[in-house]
């Protein structure tokens, strides 16, 4: 098993940042893949960026591409989604999700075995 906490969410400005948290724990992440999904108002969720645990290896939805970035810092077992230039669009809950020996390709959240319980971020014009 492995346990997901996001922190990090909050209301802000369109064309400000915020860096969401993804706490991970339960069991070693070697190996395993962990995405970024969210899910605004009406809307499905969707994939939002995608990192390898080990080798730090990264994939983005092009919706986000050159305004979110994907990191995590193996010592802290931690995942994260720095966003920049924020976007009214980008109003949603953010959740964290991972996978053992998933391709980042594949971004159906179908595809990730474990969620955390979300974090709101909500961006004004």
């Known amino acids: 098993q492995v346990q997901l906490v996001e922190s990090g969410g909050g209301a802000v400005q369109a064309g400000d940042s915020l860096r969401l948290s993804c706490a991970a724990s339960?069991?070693?992440?070697?190996?395993?893949?962990m995405g970024w999904f969210r899910q605004a108002p009406g809307k499905e969720r969707e994939f939002v960026a995608a990192?390898?645990?080990?080798?730090?290896?990264?994939y983005y939805a092009d919706s986000v591409k050159g305004r979110f970035a994907v990191s995590r810092d193996i010592s802290k077992n931690m995942v994260y989604l720095q966003m920049n230039s924020l976007k009214p669009e980008d109003t949603a809950v953010f959740y964290c999700?991972?996978?053992?020996?998933?391709?980042?390709?594949?971004?159906?959240?179908?595809?990730?075995?474990?969620w955390g319980q979300g974090t709101q971020v909500t961006v004004s014009s």
């Open positions: 999700a991972s996978k053992y020996d998933l391709v980042l390709s594949r971004t159906s959240g179908r595809d990730y075995d474990y």
């Open positions: 339960g069991r070693s992440l070697s190996g395993y893949a």
């Open positions: 990192i390898t645990y080990i080798s730090g290896r990264t």
